[in-house]
Nanobody, 126 residues
Framework: HLQLVESGGGLVQPGGSLRLSCAASGSTLGYYVVAWIRQAPGKEREGVSCIGSSNSIPYYADSVKGRFTISRDNVKNILYLQMNSLKPEDTAVYYC???????????????????WGQGTQVTVSS
């Protein structure tokens, strides 16, 4: 049974950077399509980025393209999200999620992800 634990959130000024980590246990993260999904207060969940199980081409929401980078270390069983040039509108709880059934990744089909971490808060404010 896959378990996911996020870390790395915090308070950062606009223009700053953070790297989120998602440590997996109970199974091999490399078998799964994985994603970062965020939810801002009062808003619906938004897919930020995803990558397939074979480290195929990652996908990004338009709102984060060119600023965020998803990566995975299949040896350490960790998923990362490098966030640069952060904006106040990036403030949200960030979740890592895994899809055990699909063979492609999607940032729009959020309900396909069946394993979720507890989330880590990212606040971008001066």
């Amino acid at each position: 049974h896959l378990q996911l634990v996020e870390s790395g959130g915090g308070l950062v000024q606009p223009g700053g950077s953070l790297r989120l980590s998602c440590a997996a246990s109970g199974s091999t993260l490399g078998y799964y399509v994985v994603a970062w999904i965020r939810q801002a207060p009062g808003k619906e969940r938004e897919g930020v980025s995803c990558i397939g199980s074979s480290n195929s081409i990652p996908y990004y929401a338009d709102s984060v393209k060119g600023r965020f980078t998803i990566s995975r270390d299949n040896v350490k069983n960790i998923l990362y999200l490098q966030m640069n040039s952060l904006k106040p509108e990036d403030t949200a709880v960030y979740y890592c999620a895994a899809d055990s059934l699909s063979n492609y990744c999607s940032v729009s089909e959020i309900n396909a992800y069946d394993y979720w971490g507890q989330g880590t808060q990212v606040t971008v404010s001066s």
